[in-house]
């Protein structure tokens, strides 16, 4: 029950002037009575920092609370990046034990990740891979996640997407990633869930061959 101010510094590594019409927007976990955005309060130039706060309440019953959060655009864009506060809240009433029925705000949490990919050795080159991420939700809540890619061949590099951002119910779904490769690789990925809480799928391998 305990009011607490939260503060980030962050640093403005792009090349684009943040306006006051740029924000803190809240993406999932424990929200702590927070707004669901915050706006900044001054331009922030490419290369400078600025400090964002939120205005926060303890939850009241004992346990381990993060809340996830990132800067958004006037457009409505997400930044690439997640950050979050994390607090331990101590003194208050025990915390009541969750069931699989539970869809308390903040106690949805991903519970398990798969990825597959359509075609791991296609015989045509060029040729654009599909791969299909399942993950599986225990109540609704905001979800953020990528596609991870690397390769053994010297000099090989992705054109991965970023990360995306997507408000789920409870229950199984999927996601489609595609990458258009040109050039001969052998390659893997995985598909990395970042909020509400950190989940990694196995990892998958794919080759490409190409004729000189």
């Known amino acids: 029950g305990e009011a607490f101010v939260k503060t980030w510094r962050l640093h403005n590594s792009g090349t684009t002037t943040w306006t006051s019409e740029y924000n803190l927007a809240f993406l999932g976990g424990a929200q702590m009575s927070a707004p669901a955005s915050v706006p900044l309060t001054s331009s922030v130039a490419p290369g400078d920092m600025v400090d964002v706060s939120v205005n926060l ?19 409505g864009q997400f930044f690439d990046f997640a950050f979050y506060v994390e607090i331990d809240v101590v003194g208050g009433t025990p915390a009541a034990r969750l069931t699989p029925t539970d869809e308390t705000p903040g ?43 690397g390769s053994d061949t010297p000099g090989f590099v992705f054109n ?32 990395l869930i970042l909020a509400p809480n950190s989940v990694e799928s196995d990892q998958v391998t794919f080759s490409l061959t190409c004729s000189p």
């Open 107 to 149: 106690a949805a949490r991903v519970t398990e990740a798969s990825l597959a990919v359509d075609d791991a050795s296609p015989e045509d080159c060029p040729h654009t891979f599909t791969f299909t991420a399942t993950f599986t939700l225990n109540g609704p809540s905001t979800v953020s996640y990528r596609l991870e890619a």
């Open 57 to 75: 309440v303890a939850p009241q019953e004992n346990g381990t609370y993060r809340g996830y959060w990132k800067m958004r655009n006037p457009g």
């Open 160 to 191: 991965l997407p970023g990360e995306q951002s997507g408000a789920f119910d409870k229950g199984s779904h999927s996601v489609s990633f595609t990458l258009n490769i040109t050039d001969t690789v052998n390659g893997w990925a995985h598909f």
